[in-house]
């Protein structure tokens, strides 16, 4: 399938750090654009992508220019919802959502997602996937189905607009991805532990964004004449403070990679800005 210039390509890297990211081979998804050292809306995954998805993407409060930073002006943007701006935004839509108000603006809207708060099982999900024509909860480490079933979707959407969300869950706890030389059961990141192993945090989440950025070359280079938005969702702590994991406001649960480039553009080169 040919994708328009219109289309959306939404790709949430879950729990993915800043610096693992930077640290990262990931040839194709740094291809998107520059790489920016954003702030997420929230610590945990349900509250990031709650806001998100009403336009509150993750953003650099000292860049005064669009896209980059929310508050200048949205990729996003609900329209009759909060400040309007200092510029227009990327897509202005109007729904409960943004998926909803791809939708109502005739696209098709195609979703699939790793985490439990996007299991359709649970009612709480229901505020992050009512708005998808076609949904996919695959659970941990599934990046490989889920992107099997995108390809199934697209090829039955010629000739309209789409939408498409992909959340992955191999850079989340317990950091693990199909082949992985360790045990998927040995979780290095646990709440309250006392023992440091943070090396295995940095190692095995680095692999598993390089195992990621392996299978996504072929789905990122069909959206590179489109929108593309990649970021996570939050970070991590590795024993910052004495604290480990996410669901806490810490600057390492709130810095996140943040990527974008619209209609076929990476977003330095509009701005006329580097970071």
Known sequence: MAISPNSVLFITLDSCRYDTF????????????EVYRAQAPSHFTYG???AMFIGFTPG????????LNPKFARLFRLNRAGWAGHAPPGFELSGRDIVEGFRNAGYR?????????????????????????????????GLRRQLAWIDEK????????????????????PYHFEGAPWE??????????TVDRSADCRERQRLCC??????????????????????ADHGDCWGEDGLWEHGISHPMTLTVPLLIRYRGQPVEALLGTSQ
């Open 22 to 33: 930077v640290a990262a081979h990931a040839p194709s998804m740094k291809s998107v654009s």
């Open 48 to 50: 990031s992508h709650a």
């Open 60 to 67: 650099i409060a000292s860049v005064a220019g669009p896209f």
């Open 109 to 141: 809207t195609i979703g699939t997602a790793a985490m439990g708060w996007f299991d359709p099982d649970t009612p709480v999900s229901q505020k992050l996937t009512a708005g998808f024509d076609d949904f996919l909860f695959a659970g941990h480490q």
């Open 154 to 173: 697209l090829v039955s959407q010629e000739q309209q607009d789409v939408f498409l969300f992909l959340n992955i869950g191999e850079t989340h706890v």
């Open 184 to 193: 998927a059961s040995d979780n290095p990141c646990v709440p309250f532990q």
């Open 210 to 231: 390089e195992y990621v950025d392996r299978l996504l070359g072929p789905l990122l280079e069909r959206f590179a004449g489109a929108t593309i938005f990649l970021c």
